[in-house]
């Protein structure tokens, strides 16, 4: 292909006009690597924004959407249906903790959640409690970009451009501060030991305020990637939910990120014992070789649900593409691949390791934070005075001038491996990111930010 102008295509997330001045294309990728366009390669490590657990290109998983697109290239499943929808589903049930077995399926994390919202809805509904309108969210979560994900999620920057948007909602405080009881407690191995009791406000607080009988739900991340791997206290997502039961409320757990093995399980809510409602899932079900996403409800509220006239939806709800063909093929093919290649116990075995490498970043200048649980990792910079968020973002800069890709949400540097990463690979990305926060520093103490 000859290289396209860049003018037409406004970028998602991201600073047009800078990535325009200096873009940084990639033209391929496999295994752990993208290649650039002048022929660089560069370590994925952020598993292509959460996706690519099983890394690039997998032959098995390219095999099969091969197969599909020149078998059945697309139906809808309205109205109609095909067998990769409903072994997908199938599948997925089967893996999902006991009581969550029906499975809608979706394009994206965003579609799952304002999917999940509106089926909480329609729940309540169903029971004859529509006056449960109002959505517990958290601070510094992410839910995508739909309007009932930036309702309960808690970004302000979201507020800032879109305003107060259009669900009811009001949120739990974040699970993370770098001060706890107003002590430092910036540099932290895996969950914070204490803290569970954060979440006692949803009772003394929210519920106080807003009656437990007009909340539809509470949604939450096991833990909060996005926005910088905030991890949550030992025991506060257990609090949750005997909070939530003891008050009638559905736990919805935000498993985009967590789901299908960043945390060494095939769910957070198996990892971490605890068992929601709903879990949302999209990107690591594919490898993120095509658009997948979805809602895993309980059998009790999907069996609510099924009522009215049998010859009319029972949920007005569904996209175009929701299981689509090709997108089902590549999910069926990324579960067999983590079970064939035991994923979940790779990155159980390689999490340790990677926890070590990541920590060994607290010498390097201006780091004032450092957190982990699983493959995911976040590393925080001082911000520079009167400029939060530059110095994330030079890093990133630096990092893949460096030959890694990672992601700088405000001054956090995220690194999220691939599960297939080895030690080295994991030491190598490391070894790239300490360049970078050095780089940062030099520029720091060089010349006024
Ligand atoms: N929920 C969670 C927890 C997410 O992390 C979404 C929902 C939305 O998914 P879609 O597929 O609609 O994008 C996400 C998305 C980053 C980054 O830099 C993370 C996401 C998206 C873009 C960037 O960490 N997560
Ligand atoms: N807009 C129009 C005019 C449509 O016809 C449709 C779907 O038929 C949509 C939006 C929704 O698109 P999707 O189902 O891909 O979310």
Redesign the pocket.
């Known amino acids: 292909m000859t290289s396209p102008g860049l003018d037409a295509f406004w970028m998602p997330f991201t600073p047009n006009r800078q990535f325009k001045a200096t873009p940084r294309m990639v033209v391929s990728a496999q295994g752990l690597s993208y290649r650039t366009a002048d022929g660089r390669e560069v370590l994925d490590g952020t598993s292509g924004l959460w996706c690519v657990g099983a890394g690039h290109g997998h032959p098995k998983i390219a095999e099969a959407m091969k197969r599909q697109i020149d078998t059945l290239d697309f139906a809808s499943n309205f109205q109609v249906g095909h067998p990769g929808a409903f072994a997908l589903a199938e599948r997925i049930a089967a893996l999902a903790p006991p009581g969550l077995d029906r499975v809608f399926l979706v394009n994206s994390g965003s579609e799952a959640c304002d999917t999940a919202m509106k089926i909480a809805l329609a729940h309540a509904r169903a029971r004859g409690e529509g006056q449960r309108t109002l959505f517990i969210g958290r601070e510094r979560a992410f839910h995508g970009v739909g309007f009932g994900g930036i309702s309960v999620g808690g970004m302000q920057n979201n507020r800032r451009a879109f305003g107060s948007t259009l669900m009811r909602a009001d949120h739990l405080q974040a699970t993370w501060d770098n001060r706890w009881n107003g002590t430092p407690r910036a540099f932290v191995r895996g969950q914070p030991p204490t803290g569970a009791e954060l979440a006692d406000e949803l009772e003394t607080r929210l519920i106080a305020l807003h009656d437990a009988g007009n909340i539809a739900a509470v949604i939450v991340e096991p833990f909060a990637g996005s926005t910088g791997v905030l991890v949550p206290p030992v025991g506060y997502l257990q609090r949750l939910r005997e909070i939530c039961t003891r008050h009638g409320l559905l736990l919805i757990f935000d498993e985009v990120i967590t789901g299908f093995g960043r945390m060494g399980a095939m769910f957070a809510a198996q990892a971490l014992g605890v068992v929601p409602d709903m879990i949302l899932f999209a990107k690591t079900v594919s490898n993120g070789a095509a658009p997948l996403g979805g809602v895993i409800v309980s059998r009790e509220i999907h069996d609510t649900l099924m009522h009215g006239p049998a010859h009319l939806s029972e949920l007005m709800h569904?996209?175009?593409?929701s299981g689509h063909p090709l997108a089902c093929a590549a999910g069926l093919a990324m579960l067999d691949v983590i079970e064939d290649e035991a994923l979940l116990a790779r990155v159980r075995d390689l999490a340790p390791h990677f926890e070590r490498a990541v920590h060994s970043l607290a010498d390097a200048p201006g780091v004032v934070s450092i957190r982990n649980i699983g493959l995911a990792a976040g590393v925080e910079l001082a911000p520079a005075p009167g400029a939060p968020g530059r110095r994330g973002a030079s890093a990133q800069a630096a990092a893949f001038d460096h030959g890694l890709l990672t992601r700088a949400p405000g001054d956090t540097l995220v690194l999220a491996p691939p599960f297939i990463s080895t030690p080295a690979d994991i030491d190598r990305m490391v070894d790239c990111l300490r360049r970078a926060i050095e780089h940062v520093a030099a520029e720091a103490a060089g010349a006024p930010e």
């Open positions: 569904g996209y175009t593409c």
